[in-house]
C-alpha cells in the first residue's frame, strides 16, 4: 500500500517532535520509512550521529525514493540538489526521486552551518553535501543487508544499479521489495562514500532534470495563496506609512459594512480586516479610517540621509581593518590620488510572490503552512505568542515563488504577525495572511542605503595605497543573529568583501561608520557584496587605469595570494577571448570578479551606449563554486543572479520622502525586460574543493562590470546607482 507523502511527513513529524523531547541535539532521533500506509520509529542509531537514513528519505512500496529536503525551496535547486546527492550513494535510478520539505524540528534538520533550520547564504549544498551522501549511502547499505538476508548471501556478493540490487545468482529486486525489511537493520554509523571517480549523478551534465520544474510549469505546485481550507478567513493589514508609526485610533464602521467581512482587529502592526475572501478583506481595509501616531517614526526622506551619510563619509570611521599607513603615503609627492563615492539606494526583493501564511489555530494545538526561510525561530516564536509548548504547533513549509533574502526575517515578523492575528480573533478559525504587492514593496526590510569614500594612491604604475570608507545601517542589529556576525561593536555583514580584498595593497584601510535608521533593513541577494562587490570592482578599474594596466592583466598581477579569484578570472578572460576579441563600432568590454560565500565568481559584459543607457549584450561568466554537483542548476543560478542583478543596477531604487516610500508596485520599481536580458555564457571551473553555493553569488559582479565597460566608452564611471535614475516600466 503507498502512503501519501505529504501524510507520511505529518506522522514523520509528530514522531520527531516526541523524539526530540526525549533526546538532546546531536543524535540520531529516529528513522521513518512508509510501509503498510504507516510510518514507524526504530530506536536511535548507536554513537553521536545525526544521520539515520528515512529522517531524510523515505522508500515507498512502489519504489519511488522521496528526500526531506531541510532547505526551501524556492527556486534555486535545493530539491534536486538534495536528491543528486542521496541518489549518487543509493545507487537509485533518476525517475525514482521525489522531494519534499522536511518538517520543522531543530534537532534533525537543523542547518550545519548556523544550528537552526534554516535556508540562506547559499549554504544549502555547502552543508548538505556530506551529510546527505551519508543518508544514501547508509540507506543503501540497509538495503543490501536486508537483501542479503533475505537470499542468505554475502552482502558483499550485492550489487546496487539503476535502481535495482542483484546478486550474481539471478537474484534480484528494487527498493520498495526491501525497504520494510531494511528498516529492521541497523543503522550504518559511518558509511562508505563513493570515490569521485564512481559518481554517476554529482557533477555530470545532463544527468539529472528538476525535480520541481514539471509542476511549476503545468499548475499543480501549491503555494500559501493556494490554499483555500473549508471556513477560511483572509487576512490583510494596514500598517503604518511610515516606518515606527503606531495606531492611535481607528473607524472601523465602513468596513465592517462590506459584505463578507468577518471582524476587524487591532494588532500589533497596525489593523486587520478578516473576510471571506481576499476582495472583500481588502475593500474594507481601504475604507478603515486610522490615525496614526507618528511620534516615534522615521520621518527622513532618502536625500535627507545621503546628506547625513556623506557627511560622515568625509571622517574617520571605526577601524575594520588596516595595514601599512595609508595617510602616510597619500602624503608623499609624486603619486597621484584618486577618490570616488558610491552610493547605493534601499532595494526591495521583489518576489513574484509576495508575503503570505497561512494558520489554523485550535486553542491547544496549531498547524501552519507558508514558505518558511527560517522554520526554526518562526516555529518558536507562533509558539510563544500563541502559548502552546512547541511540539503542538505543526510548521510546515511549502514552495514559495522567489525570496531573494526577503523570507529570511531576522525579526521574525511574519511568523509574529500571523500569530498575532490568529490571536486577536481567537482559535477554530483557518486563516490565511496575505500581503499585497505594495504591502510588501512599502513594507520595508530592503537592502540598506550606504555609501562608500574610497580614496586609492597610484604611483610609478602600481597601486600602492587603498582606503574605504562606509557608512551603513547594521542588518542584525538587536536581532536573534547579531552575535553571530558583530565583530568589535560593527555588522560584518555591512562590510564583507570591502575588509578583505583580493588584492595585494600595501597600505590599506578600511573603517565604517554604523548608522542607525527607523527603515527596517534585511539581508538581500549577496548581502554586503552587493554594494561591496560594486565599490571594490569599479574603484580598482579606475585606479589600474590611472596606472596604465590592463583590467584583467592588472587585476592578476595583484592576486598572487588568490589562486581561485585568479583562476575564474583567467577562465572568463579565454571564454571571452578578451586579448583578441574585434568588438562591434560603439561597443566595449567591462570585467569584475568577486567572491562571495566561499564561490568565485568573474563576469565580462560587452555592451553599447543607447539613449536611455547602457544595452548589454553578452554577459560572460566563469564560476568556482568547488565541486559542482549540479552544472545545469548552477549555470541557470548564473543566468538568473545575472538577469536579477543587471535590473536591479540599471534601474531599482526605492525612495523615500518624509519618512514614506514611494514606490508601490512594478509600474514604479522598474525590473530588466524579458527583451533585456542578455545573451549569457557561463563557464564552470573545475575544482576538487568542498561545495559552495550558487544562490548568490551571480549578483554582486555584473553591476562593476557594467559600470567598467561604461568607462571604456567614455562614460562617466556610474557613482550612485541606479545608473538609469527615475526609470519606470
Not at 513594507?443 to 580614496?455: A, D, E, I, T
Not at 592583466?553 to 572568463?572: D, F, I
Not at 561568466?621 to 568547488?626: I, K, L, N, P, T
Not at 523615500?656 to 508601490?664: A, I
Request: proline share 6%.
Amino acid at each position: 500500500m503507498n502512503v501519501h507523502i505529504k501524510d507520511t511527513v505529518t506522522r514523520a513529524s509528530a514522531l520527531s517532535r516526541r523524539s526530540l523531547l526525549k533526546a538532546g541535539a546531536g543524535l540520531a532521533i529516529g528513522v521513518y520509512i512508509a510501509r503498510s500506509g504507516k510510518a514507524f520509529a526504530q530506536a536511535p542509531a548507536a554513537a553521536q550521529v545525526n544521520i539515520t537514513p528515512n529522517t531524510f528519505l523515505i522508500i515507498n512500496p512502489d519504489d519511488t525514493v522521496t528526500v526531506l529536503c531541510k532547505h526551501i525551496e524556492f527556486g534555486q535547486g535545493p530539491f534536486t540538489g538534495m536528491a543528486t546527492l542521496v541518489a549518487e550513494e543509493l545507487d537509485a535510478d533518476w525517475s525514482q526521486m521525489r522531494a519534499d520539505h522536511a518538517p520543522s524540528n531543530p534537532v534533525l534538520y537543523k542547518n550545519l552551518l548556523f544550528g537552526v533550520q534554516g535556508t540562506g547564504g547559499s549554504s544549502a549544498i555547502a552543508n548538505s553535501y556530506e551529510q546527505m551522501r551519508k543518508v544514501g549511502a547508509a540507506a543503501r547499505e540497509m538495503l543490501v543487508a536486508a537483501a542479503a538476508k533475505e537470499w542468505n548471501v554475502p552482502a558483499a556478493e550485492i550489487t546496487v544499479e539503476n535502481g535495482v540490487i542483484k546478486h550474481p545468482s539471478g537474484k534480484q529486486g528494487r527498493f520498495g521489495a526491501f525497504a520494510e525489511k531494511a528498516n529492521q537493520m541497523p543503522v550504518p554509523a559511518d558509511p562508505k562514500l563513493k570515490d569521485p571517480s564512481q559518481f554517476k549523478f554529482i557533477g555530470k551534465e545532463g544527468a539529472t532534470k528538476r525535480l520541481d520544474s514539471a509542476e511549476k510549469s503545468n499548475g499543480t505546485a501549491v503555494f500559501t495563496l493556494d490554499i483555500n481550507e473549508p471556513d477560511m478567513l483572509t487576512a490583510v493589514i494596514a500598517r503604518a506609512p511610515r516606518f515606527g508609526a503606531t495606531v492611535a485610533s481607528f473607524d472601523a464602521t465602513a468596513a465592517k459594512a462590506v459584505p463578507g467581512v468577518v471582524d476587524v482587529k487591532q494588532v500589533p502592526t497596525g489593523v486587520a480586516v478578516y473576510a471571506k475572501g481576499f476582495w472583500p478583506a481588502k475593500t474594507a481595509r481601504d475604507l478603515l479610517k486610522i490615525t496614526w501616531d507618528d511620534s516615534k517614526a522615521e520621518k527622513r526622506g532618502t536625500q535627507q540621509l545621503l546628506s547625513e551619510f556623506r557627511d560622515l563619509s568625509k571622517t574617520p570611521g571605526k577601524t575594520v581593518k588596516t595595514e601599512g599607513d595609508f595617510e602616510a603615503e597619500a602624503a608623499k609627492p609624486g603619486g597621484r590620488v584618486i577618490e570616488a563615492e558610491f552610493v547605493f539606494p534601499y532595494l526591495a526583493h521583489a518576489p513574484m510572490e509576495p508575503l503570505n501564511a497561512f494558520i489554523h489555530w485550535q486553542g491547544d494545538t496549531v498547524t501552519s503552512r507558508y514558505g518558511s526561510q527560517f522554520p526554526t525561530p518562526d516555529h518558536a516564536t507562533i509558539a510563544k505568542i500563541l502559548g502552546v509548548p512547541m511540539e503542538k504547533v505543526s510548521l510546515k513549509t511549502i514552495l514559495a515563488g522567489g525570496s531573494f533574502g526577503r523570507r529570511a526575517q531576522q525579526t521574525v515578523h511574519v511568523a509574529a504577525e500571523l500569530a498575532e492575528v490568529a490571536k486577536a480573533i481567537g482559535p477554530g478559525k483557518p486563516i490565511k495572511l496575505v500581503w499585497t504587492r505594495e504591502d510588501d514593496m512599502r513594507g520595508g526590510y530592503y537592502r540598506p542605503f550606504s555609501v562608500h569614500r574610497m580614496r586609492g594612491v597610484v604611483r610609478d604604475g602600481k597601486i600602492q595605497a587603498w582606503s574605504d570608507t562606509i557608512v551603513g545601517q547594521s542588518i542584525m542589529k538587536g536581532s536573534p543573529f547579531e552575535a553571530m556576525t558583530f565583530k568589535d561593536g560593527l555588522d560584518s555583514t555591512a562590510y564583507e568583501g570591502s575588509n578583505e580584498i583580493p588584492y595585494e595593497v600595501a597600505n590599506f584601510k578600511c573603517d565604517m561608520h554604523q548608522v542607525d535608521v527607523g527603515v527596517p533593513v534585511l539581508w538581500w541577494r549577496s548581502v554586503g557584496h552587493t554594494h561591496t562587490g560594486y565599490a571594490v570592482e569599479a574603484f580598482v578599474d579606475e585606479l589600474l587605469e590611472a596606472a596604465g594596466k590592463d583590467p584583467v592583466e592588472g587585476r592578476l598581477e595583484l592576486m598572487s595570494k588568490k589562486p581561485r579569484h585568479a583562476g575564474v578570472l583567467r577562465a572568463v578572460a579565454e571564454l571571452a577571448d578578451w586579448k583578441n576579441a574585434k568588438l562591434e563600432p560603439g561597443r566595449a568590454r567591462g570585467v569584475a570578479v568577486v567572491e562571495s560565500f566561499n564561490t568565485f565568481v568573474a563576469q565580462i559584459v560587452e555592451l553599447s551606449m543607447e539613449a536611455e543607457g547602457p544595452k548589454v549584450h553578452k554577459v560572460w561568466c566563469a564560476v568556482d563554486c568547488g565541486v559542482a554537483v549540479n552544472p545545469d542548476i548552477i549555470r541557470a543560478q548564473m543566468e538568473g543572479g545575472i538577469g536579477f542583478g543587471l535590473g536591479h543596477v540599471l534601474y531599482a531604487d526605492v525612495p523615500m520622502e518624509d519618512g514614506r516610500v514611494v514606490p508601490g508596485n512594478f509600474d514604479a520599481y522598474r525590473s530588466l525586460r524579458i527583451n533585456e536580458m542578455p545573451a549569457i555564457e557561463v563557464t564552470i571551473v573545475k575544482s576538487s574543493e568542498k561545495p559552495s553555493g550558487v544562490g548568490e553569488p551571480g549578483v554582486p559582479p555584473i553591476g562593476p562590470a557594467v559600470a567598467n565597460a561604461m568607462a571604456k566608452l567614455g562614460q562617466v564611471r556610474p557613482r550612485q546607482l541606479p545608473i538609469v535614475p527615475g526609470a519606470s516600466a
